[in-house]
Structures are given as C-alpha cells and as structure tokens.
C-alpha cells in the first residue's frame, strides 16, 4: 500500500462521499475509486458498505482508519522534520503557555518571529501550567512557558523573565486603605483564587509558605478558571487575590481594583522543552528570541 491510498482511504471514510473526498484531495473520482479498489484487492478485504449512493465504513475499516491516520500522522511528522532541515520559509511551531504570559508576556514575541520567519505557522494554545507541562512531555506541543513551579523528569527549563504578583482588593476591601499588611492578616479576609494547578495559584501558595502560613488556612470563597474571572470577581467585591501586576494594571488605572501593601517576591516565566525530542529550528528560534541568545 502506498501513503496516497491511505490519504484517499481516510479522506472517503471521513466523507463517507467519494467524490467529496476526491475533491478534497484534488484528484478525480475515478482516480479514488481505483486506489479504494487496489487497497481491496489487494489484502482481500472489503473496506467500506456500499449502500445506493451512500457509502461507510465496513467493520474491518473501522478498526483499519485508526491505524492509517495513525501513519500519516508519522509521515507528516516525517516531512516536518525534512522541511526542517532547510530554512525556516516554512514549517509549523506548536507553543503551549499558561494564561498569564499567553496574554500578556508571550504575544510580543511570536509577533516578532513572525516578522523574522513570515513563512512559519504559529499555533499557541493556552493552558495551566500543569496542563502546558504535559503537553510539552507528550510532545503535544513543540515548547512550552509557564510562570509555576515545574519538576519534570523529561523537561528541560529555562528562565526567559521576571513577574510580580500583587495582592488587589476591590475599592471598599478593608485593605484598600493603604495600611501595611502583616502575613498574619491574609487569613482574615475570603479570597479569590485560581485553579490547582495554575502557576499564580502554585507561586502564591509557596509564597504563602514562605510566609510561615499554611494555605489551607486562607478562606477560599470563589476558585475560577482564568485571571479575567478572578479579576471582575474581585472587583464586584468577592475578596482579595494575587494577580500578576500586568493582569491587574487595566483595573488598577480605572479605580476598580486597589493593591493592597503587602509585598510578594518575584516569580519567575519559564521555557519548557522536552530533553529527548528533536527540537526544531522554529523552536530554537523562538527560544534565541527570548532569552536573547
């Protein structure tokens, strides 16, 4: 069998319509027909029902279309890494990061490779950074960047940039008087945090820590999944939070947030890649570009 004949098998399965299929792939139907057919005959097995004008996949093409978009995955896999050894006037780069540097870190950057590269296909998905993690081990994306605490044995990281995080409360909070807060006064109001397995969520708990105070200890009233949703909690008066300064900054300017004065050390955004795999030219180029190798 031939990668063609499985583009065509895959293709009619996902159709269930030869002749769309053979128009998807711009061949001609009769074309199509004949691969289908030599497919057939030559392991002696009928692949698809033939039904009027219909058409769908027999029991053995069930169990048979995993497995050839299982190889054409690996082809095209394949054809990546040969584009790759040219230049990079073309190819894909696959970036997973977590919210906070994919809004507001992160995008300056690919515009910028973007600019350099303009044949690359850029792809960011956003996730939390357990989430990213994962995506970079299983090779789901080429690079990763988070802003949490990640030990993995098959990643290598790399810091690419300092953050802040900042307690802010909504202008009625008791804190948003201005007065010094002590570690001590954190438990006394409900809070507003984002998910387990968020960097922000992970940062400000080891800084809790630090702190001597057990997390467990701060009355968690709303738990969301995304910094603009903690925002306008806060800001409808849910309780108190830590956001990155950059989150925070809009609703800092227009008066629907206040920072409460309790200071939180920096946090530092990471380069995630996996230590084993092939790392492409377009991953080495977005890594050259922010950390400025």
Aim: glycine letters at 8%.
């Amino acid at each position: 069998m031939t990668l063609e004949q499985l583009r065509i098998f895959v293709a009619v399965a996902e159709e269930e319509h030869v002749t769309r299929a053979a128009a998807r792939l711009g061949i001609t139907q009769s074309a199509a027909s004949a691969a289908l057919a030599a497919l057939e005959g030559r392991h002696d097995v009928v692949l698809f029902h033939r039904v009027g004008r219909g058409i769908r996949l027999s029991e053995e093409g069930r169990v048979f279309v995993e497995e050839a978009r299982a190889v054409l995955a690996r082809a095209a896999a394949a054809q990546a890494v040969l584009d790759d050894l040219g230049t990079l006037a073309r190819g894909r780069l696959t970036v997973q990061a977590s919210q906070t540097i994919a809004g507001y870190w992160l995008p300056r950057h690919l515009v910028a490779l973007r600019r350099r590269h303009p044949g690359l296909d850029i792809r960011l998905t956003i996730g939390n950074t357990a989430q990213v993690a994962a995506a970079v081990a299983a090779g789901e994306a080429d690079v990763g960047f988070v802003e949490g605490a990640v030990e993995h044995p098959v990643l290598d990281r790399v810091e690419v940039a300092r953050d802040r995080l900042i307690v802010v409360v909504a202008p009625d909070h008791p804190w948003a008087d201005g007065r010094p807060l002590d570690p001590a006064d954190l438990p006394a109001s409900p809070w507003v945090l984002r998910e387990s397995g968020s960097g922000t969520r992970s940062e400000f708990e080891r800084d809790l820590v630090g702190f001597g105070l057990d997390p467990a200890a701060l009355p968690v009233a709303l738990e969301l999944p995304s910094n603009e949703a903690v925002r306008a909690a806060v800001e409808a008066g849910a309780g108190a939070t830590a956001l990155s300064a950059s989150v925070a900054a809009g609703s800092l300017e227009a008066g629907l947030l206040c920072r409460a004065e309790i200071a939180l050390p920096d946090r530092a955004f990471h380069l995630l890649r996996h230590r084993d795999r092939h790392r492409s030219r377009a991953a080495l180029a977005l890594a050259a570009l922010v950390t400025g190798n």
